[in-house]
């Protein structure tokens, strides 16, 4: 019998994250989402990975533009996180970008970001995995916004 996914999403809800915004853009135009399923995958090449969703509305934009920009969020933009989780069209309109180079809008103030191209979509249940090779990033500095069992938080220091 299959494990109960509402216990596994809260076993896993106990493995505190940062959270990121994923934007893309480009051919089928702007688009993101807030995910916390993200990870650095490899140095050489230099390579992280973000799970999306099958049901996400982002999967067919990011298949079509070919880039994402991980943005890690700070600490006082929990309202960009509630913004890009809501599902459908993102008004991105209002947000300062601080640059598009590979299609994909970078957020102004965010703590740090990578931006990549993709390279690779590999399958992971009901998500696909996006495999990005980064081709820029910078960090800002700042407080993280931090996600740990369904709630934001900050660090306690
Ligand atoms: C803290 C947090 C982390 C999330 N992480 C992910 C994730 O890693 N992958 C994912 O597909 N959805 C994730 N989501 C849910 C998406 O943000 C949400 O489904 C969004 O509505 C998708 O938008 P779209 O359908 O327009 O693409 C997360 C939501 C929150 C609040």
Redesign the pocket.
């Known amino acids: 019998m299959a494990f109960d996914p509402a216990i596994q999403r809260k076993i896993m809800g106990q493995f505190a994250t940062g959270?990121t915004v994923v934007t893309t853009g480009g051919k089928a135009g702007l688009?993101g989402?807030?995910?916390?399923?993200?990870a650095s995958l490899s140095l050489d090449p230099p390579l992280v990975l973000?799970?999306?969703?099958k049901k996400?509305?982002?999967l067919d934009y990011f298949k079509v533009n070919r880039c994402f920009a991980v943005n890690i969020l700070r600490l006082d933009q929990e309202d960009i996180?509630r913004r890009?989780?809501?599902?459908?069209p993102?008004i991105f309109t209002g947000l300062s970008i601080l640059s598009i180079v590979t299609g994909a809008p970078i957020l102004a103030n965010c703590l740090a970001y990578v931006d990549c191209r993709v390279v690779e979509i590999l399958p992971g249940g009901d998500?696909e995995i996006f495999v990005g090779e980064i081709v820029s990033g910078d960090l800002h500095g700042g407080q993280p916004l931090l996600?740990h069992a369904g709630k934001y938080r900050r660090l306690a220091d």
């Open positions: 959270v688009h989402l807030t995910a916390n399923a993200v973000v799970a999306v969703d996400s509305h982002s996180s890009f989780a809501a599902s459908g993102k998500h996600y």
